[in-house]
Structure formats: structure tokens, C-alpha cells
């Protein structure tokens, strides 16, 4: 497993744990149904300021999580209870720690995050 960083207009918008970066282009391009949720999500929430995170149109890029970044994530995912083992796991750093409790809160309702 490896994390990835997706980018939009220049900024990291989530991270998210994949098997190879293969198996994320589904997740990308919105083919695959926790990558249309993805977006659904982040035409949703705002960052503080009242600036959406994402435009909607806006491409998405995918590069591997830089190792403070994956280092990161795993702590992050430590501290929501969320098992190493679980291959659908997503954290927002560009948010809050309140907007992004919401958002994985959404996300786990949804079942893209196991409880």
C-alpha cells in the first residue's frame, strides 16, 4: 500500500492509501463510486475563508506522500482509531481539524472509511 497526495489548483486536497497508482485513476476520474463521492465532498466543504476546496472543474493531479506526509496520515488515521489495514482511508490536511473531522465523519457514514 502507498500514500498519495492529490492535488488541485496547486494544493494538497487529500491523501489517501491505494494498492498502486493504477487502481487510484478510477478513484481520480470520478469512475469508481468513493471517487464521485470524493467529489461530491469536496465541492462541499470549504476551508476557512469560505473558499470551496475544489472548483469542480479544476483537474486533479496524484503524486506519492512526501514521507512527512504519509508519516502524517498515519498518525492522523492513529488518533481517528482507523486500522493501517484498511485500504479506503482519506484524510484532508489542507482542513481544519473540525472540517476535517466532518468531512471523515461523511466519509465514514458512507462506508468509504471503515469504522
Known amino acids: ?10 494544493k494538497t486536497v487529500a491523501l489517501v492509501r ?27 466543504v470549504q476551508e476557512g475563508g469560505g473558499t470551496q476546496i475544489w472548483d469542480g472543474s479544476s483537474p486533479f493531479t496524484v503524486r506519492l506522500a512526501t514521507p512527512e506526509e504519509d508519516s502524517d496520515y498515519c498518525h492522523e488515521l492513529e488518533l481517528a482509531g482507523i486500522p493501517e489495514s484498511d485500504s479506503e482511508s482519506i484524510w484532508f490536511p489542507v ?3 473540525s472540517a476535517s473531522k466532518a468531512v471523515v465523519a461523511a466519509f465514514r457514514k458512507q462506508r468509504l472509511i471503515a469504522a
Open 1 to 10: 500500500m502507498f500514500v498519495f497526495a492529490i492535488e488541485t489548483n496547486g
Open 18 to 44: 491505494e494498492e498502486n497508482r493504477y487502481t487510484l485513476d478510477g478513484f481520480l476520474n470520478g469512475k469508481r463510486k468513493d471517487g464521485r463521492e470524493l467529489r461530491e465532498l469536496l465541492l462541499s
Open 95 to 97: 482542513l481544519s481539524e
